[in-house]
């Protein structure tokens, strides 16, 4: 596989092309105007454009399949240069405000979840993804591929604000090395300026590496995929809890720095008959007593084949009362894209059975050839 253009700041950029100037030019063929190919970028000279092109590509990956939700959610499948996948979703979290005259107000607000792995080894017993098993890390290129393609896709302008989190197929904090450095490529002031703020890792509980992530002070957020208040349950759904169990994530968490106007935010996927009875949520009051935390709910979303269901509505509500009636910031989280393949891993899957059913089609026309 070639490296991408994707993959340098503008400083390693301007190592390799020179003038500098011609590298700030290109930045912006990458950035601004969201280049698909060298031929886009009109004003760079071809020699050096031959050049770059037999060493590097521009965006590492391409969109083979999209679903699109009711609710304004849309599901990528990217296909990655040596043929792999993974997925990307665009959510709308706030629609366009306007006045009586139709002047804009406030502008739509999305976030795009991105994938930092090809599968996942973390092993989850409720996701998708992990039943594919692990294949490899993906390059910074790729994870910032992905957002530089959703933007194109949807014509959204460089420069107006996205929220970033990285929350699709993957173990962010066990691809830590090229997560770091995409996350400082879209800090970018040249480029897509998305600060740290606006960036939020979302990780399983690796508490070694959430300290390695903290010390790097890349200023971005983390939210923590909890999912349970005792550590029986959560090596259930979370095998990984063994090595990582819920004490050593919360101590690491409280020497994570952040914001002090911010909040860590604890992701709690409640599953029916599983953990979302009132006595898991007394637990979890306990557990995160003196943590400046923020609880967000989030429904099970069911797949084919998952043995977990989704949970009761009055269950969640119940729930989320007895958070905040006792001090927690909670939310619930909106359920996105339930009319598309909107879990992870479910277009990755989807589009694994249709092309075998290709294969099979294929064949038994063949072999109907030949008879």
């Avoid at 994707?6 to 390799?16: P, V, Y």
């Avoid at 302008?157 to 962010?172: L, T, W």
Wanted: proline share 2%; charged share 30%; net charge neutral.
């Amino acid at each position: 596989m070639k490296l991408s253009l994707l993959d340098f700041t503008l400083k390693e950029l301007q190592e390799i092309v020179k003038p500098s100037f011609r590298a700030k030019q290109i930045y912006g063929w990458l950035y601004h105007n969201y280049a698909q190919n060298f031929d886009d970028m009109k004003n760079i000279p071809k020699a050096l454009k031959d050049e770059l092109s037999e060493k590097y590509v521009v965006n590492p990956l391409k969109i083979v399949k999209k679903e699109i939700s009711s609710d304004g959610t849309i599901k990528y499948l990217f296909e990655l240069q040596d043929g792999k996948t993974v997925e990307a979703v665009w959510l709308k979290m706030k629609e366009m405000v306007t006045d009586e005259t139709g002047e804009v107000i406030q502008e739509a607000k999305y976030t795009i979840c991105v994938s930092t792995q090809v599968g996942c080894k973390v092993g989850c017993a409720f996701c998708l993804t992990a039943k594919g098993g692990f294949t490899r890390d993906l390059t910074a290129g790729e994870i910032v591929g992905q957002v530089v393609a959703l933007k194109r896709d949807n014509k959204h302008k460089h420069n107006r604000m996205i929220n970033i989190v990285y929350m699709g197929m993957g173990e962010p904090l066990d691809n830590l090395e090229n997560l770091a450095k995409a996350i400082e490529i879209f800090k970018e002031e040249d480029g897509l300026c998305i600060s740290g703020k606006r960036q939020t890792v979302s990780t399983s509980g690796i508490s070694n590496k959430i300290d390695k992530l903290g010390e790097m002070d890349l200023g971005v957020h983390i939210a923590i995929s909890l999912h349970a208040v005792d550590d029986k349950l959560r090596t259930e759904l979370i095998p990984m809890n063994k090595a990582h169990n819920i004490s050593s994530i919360i101590e690491a968490v409280k020497r994570f720095p952040i914001d002090t106007r911010k909040r860590v935010m604890f992701e709690y996927l409640v599953i029916k008959n599983k953990n979302d009875d009132i006595a898991s949520a007394k637990k979890l009051v306990k557990l995160l007593s003196g943590i400046k935390a923020k609880v967000n709910l989030i429904y099970f979303n069911p797949y084919p084949g998952t043995e977990y269901e989704r949970p009761a509505k009055s269950d969640m509500i119940a729930f989320q009362e007895y958070l905040v009636n006792h001090g927690l910031l909670c939310t619930i989280r909106d359920s996105k894209g339930m009319d598309i393949s909107a879990a992870c891993g479910q277009l990755k899957e989807q589009d694994k059975f249709s092309k075998a059913e290709e294969r099979d089609l294929l064949s038994e026309k063949i072999d109907g050839d030949l008879k």
